[in-house]
């Protein structure tokens, strides 16, 4: 898992979250310890997680003339938590690369 200073990608824990977590990444479950680890607030990846960025006007428009699709790396991850002893899923959730992180970063 993450080494001290190995790149890390994090992703914020929603607001009010409590364990026990279940992870996703791409629909497919995640162990702690092994794939991500908690700290604080937040998971953190030592494996590259990406997010597709807006599509500019161009690539939105070779889109919707069928001329071309789009093949950009989209990952998501998914948590299932509990609130107040409900059981939540929050899906698609913020992922930060290494090169976003700042000092007030969750997991930083």
Known sequence: MPGPGSPRWV???????????????????QREGVDYVRRGR????ERPLEKE?????????????SIAG???KNDSVDVQYFVGGRQRVATG???????????????S
Do not use: C, K
């Open 93 to 107: 959730l913020e992922i930060i690369p290494p090169d976003r992180r700042g000092p007030g970063t969750p997991g």
């Open 42 to 45: 937040a998971l953190e990846f």
């Open 53 to 65: 960025g807006r599509l500019g006007f161009w690539r939105w428009l070779s889109m919707f003339l």
């Open 11 to 29: 992703v914020p824990l929603p607001r009010r979250a409590e364990p026990p977590y279940r992870v996703f990444v791409n629909g497919v479950p």
């Open 70 to 72: 789009t093949y950009r």
